[in-house]
């Protein structure tokens, strides 16, 4: 059944031409996450902070160890007007992990003031009734300037859409995206791209693809503004892969299964790996320090979350089966384990994390 986007975007291409890959993924995300709750085994996808509190309880001890180690420093000494922290999340889903995380770091005695980057007014609403305490925003661009910020972002870079770029025997296009018939398809475009190609791959053979995500960047340059001028940290975990490559990593999830990204658009869940090597160099770019990326697995192992898995088993006999397999599910090597990778941008002055392998 083809969604309302399906048409949207056929009389768009047929008055207008080819539109880019990433156009098509923009419209296509942000039409998805505004219309519905995406998470969850009744929905298309689950994610780390649905399996288990664990994981959102993992997040709070790291940041909360953060922000009690740093003092509250900004490595320039600004005179801050407040040295109370805020927690943000980019694209909080249902509100879960911050929920989780903040209730932990309360237990520490950090309570932040609670600030959400989220783009569906669905989702908006589902995270109002958990933390009705938060300031909504559309963009980095409008988060508090006057004090430090312990930012997180699960599973939020790899929504954002990407640009490929595919190499001909003309030389590189970006990829647009035509109708075909009753589907859409992904073509070289026409205008040369050539310039675009950083020189280690400008030779690739025909076929390649070079991915990248100029939104991505452009948050990760921009954070790492932030934590430089005012003092803080971002956390982010993703799918993704940690040195420069091609290939495509295009995929659409439904129901749990992969599915063709070029259907329904805006009706499945379209995603790309992140580059962790990008987001590091737009950070290091404004003198942050980049920890990791290591594997989620050795990340919450790193912070005791078998201890705690034995600590509530323990307080609830009846969930034992139900809390081994969440934490098998978020460690494993098979699972979500080292599929998925954390990293932590930091500013100049702020101490080393825990959960790197470095202590
Ligand atoms: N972090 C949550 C949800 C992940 S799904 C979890 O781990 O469960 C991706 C989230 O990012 C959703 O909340 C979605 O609405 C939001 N999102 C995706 N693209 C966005 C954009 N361009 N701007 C703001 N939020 C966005």
């Known amino acids: 059944m083809a969604g309302d986007l399906t048409r949207t975007l056929s009389r768009l291409i047929e008055s207008t031409g080819p539109i880019s890959l990433s156009h098509f993924m923009g419209e296509a995300n942000t039409h998805y996450y505004s219309s519905r ?3 969850g085994s009744d929905g ?21 160890d ?3 180690r740093s003092n509250g420093q900004s490595d320039k000494d600004m005179d801050l007007p407040s040295n109370r922290p805020a927690y943000v999340e980019l694209g909080p889903g249902r509100g879960t992990l911050a929920n989780d995380a903040l209730r932990t770091m309360a237990q520490f005695n950090v309570a932040p003031e609670v600030h959400f980057i989220e783009g ?3 989702l908006r609403e589902m995270q109002s009734a ?4 938060a300031t909504w925003h559309d963009s980095v661009e409008t988060l508090p300037n006057d004090r430090p910020l312990l930012i997180v972002a699960n599973e939020f870079f790899d929504a954002l859409p990407i640009r490929q770029l595919v190499a001909t025997h003309a030389g590189w296009r970006e990829r647009v995206v035509v109708r075909d018939g009753e589907h859409f398809m992904p073509l070289p475009g026409s205008r040369p791209m050539d310039a675009a190609v950083p020189e280690t791959f400008a030779n690739a ?3 390649s693809i070079l991915e990248t995500c100029p939104a991505a960047s452009g948050i990760a340059f921009e954070i790492a503004g932030r934590l430089a001028a005012q003092g803080g ?3 982010v975990i993703d799918y993704g892969y940690e040195q ?3 290939g495509s990593s295009l995929q659409a999830v439904w129901k749990h299964d992969k599915v063709d990204p070029f259907v329904d658009p805006g009706e499945r869940d379209l995603t790309a790996h992140v580059n962790f090597a990008e987001l590091a160099r737009m950070a290091q770019a404004r003198d942050a320090h980049i920890d990791g990326p290591v594997d989620q697995g050795a990340f919450l192992k790193a912070l005791g979350i078998e201890a705690r898995a034995n600590l509530l088993m323990e307080s609830a006999a009846d969930q034992q089966d139900t809390i081994s397999q969440a934490l098998q599910r978020l460690v494993d090597d098979d699972q979500m384990g080292s599929l998925f990778k954390v990293m932590a941008v930091r500013s100049a002055g702020w101490p080393e994390p825990e959960g790197f392998g470095k202590a």
């Open 37 to 39: 709750d995406p998470l």
């Open 244 to 246: 420069d490559r091609l």
């Open 205 to 207: 053979p025909a076929g």
């Open 66 to 68: 953060m922000w009690l």
């Open 130 to 133: 958990v933390r009705p305490d």
């Open 120 to 122: 569906s007014p669905v």
């Open 233 to 235: 940290v971002l956390l």
């Open 44 to 64: 298309d996808f689950t994610t780390a902070p649905e399996i288990s509190q664990m994981f959102g309880e993992m997040v709070g001890i790291w940041l909360a």
